[in-house]
């Protein structure tokens, strides 16, 4: 749907801060005036880099990393799944792939390596990050081990955190439909709502505190739904866009390994 419309409704909510403000894709740095640019002109921008060799240049493909130049909704989603030290490993991994052990040993003041594997499976979990494993054979030992190194994964996060953004508007615009096609009752201490059929059911009295109930004008409550759902297709347009580009991105580097 268009950032206008939503649920089958006109969208009269102002447009989110976070998008007034205009946040750079987090796969290309470009300023707040760029965001709006197409995704031609990205993509002819990312070209001219990459064809200069900045994106080949390790130091700076490092710098480009650091999560401080990623938008606000990739750090708020590691805060939800990892927390405030899993952003800190994310920071760390923004210059991998690096080793487990050498994760375990720079956070070692922060957490026990316990603690570093439940951030760590968290941000896998998350699409944040991901891990390689390579057999190492040591002269002094007998059994080989396994060495873990973890890197980002940005675009997948995106992705992932796209497709969770498009469930909570579903949910938006199936609990508009719910208000708008029942009528709700409810006791003057508004202990509960219930539809007519179970306010029926138990005679039209509160289960909670014994008061009748009467109806309830919920058109107030579908109103602010409306509006959630609203700015909810404005982020999920806006996360789409950028999802666009990393795809078109990945096309890309695709076509230029070959």
Same mark, same amino acid.
């Given at each position: ?175 508009? %439909? ?11 201490? &508004? ?41 909810? %297709?404005?982020?999920?347009? %806006?996360?789409?866009? &950028? ?12 076509? &230029?390994?070959?």
């Amino acid at each position: 749907g268009s950032a206008g419309q939503s649920a089958g409704f006109a969208c009269a909510c102002p447009v989110p801060a976070k998008q007034a403000r205009g946040r750079a894709h987090p796969l290309v740095r470009t300023s707040p005036e760029r965001c709006t640019a197409s995704l031609a002109d990205l993509l002819s921008e990312y070209t001219k880099n990459a064809e200069h060799g900045i994106a080949g240049e390790k130091k700076k493909k490092a710098k480009a990393n650091k999560l401080t130049t990623y938008d606000p909704d990739i750090e708020e989603h590691i805060l939800k799944i990892a927390g405030t030290n899993g952003l800190l490993m994310a920071e760390f991994l923004a210059h991998g792939p690096i080793k487990e052990t050498d994760i375990v040993e720079r956070f070692s003041p922060l957490m026990d390596r316990k603690e570093v594997h439940q951030a760590l499976y968290a941000l896998r979990d998350g699409k944040v990050a991901n891990s390689t494993q390579e057999t190492v054979r040591l002269p002094d030992k007998k059994n080989p081990w396994v060495q873990y190194s973890w890197y980002l994964t940005l675009d997948e996060a995106l992705f992932h955190l796209f497709g969770k953004e498009q469930r909570v508007l579903r949910d938006l615009k199936l609990t508009v %439909e719910y208000e708008k096609t029942n009528n709700f009752y409810a006791c003057p201490s &508004r202990c509960m709502k219930m539809t007519f059929d179970k306010a029926y059911s138990v005679g039209f009295r509160c289960p909670n505190c014994g008061a009748e109930m009467s109806y309830l004008d919920n058109n107030p409550a579908i109103d602010n739904l409306k509006k959630a759902a609203c700015m909810q %297709e404005m982020l999920c347009g %806006e996360i789409e866009s &950028r999802c666009e580009i990393c795809r078109a991105r990945q096309s890309l580097q695709k076509k &230029r390994s070959r």
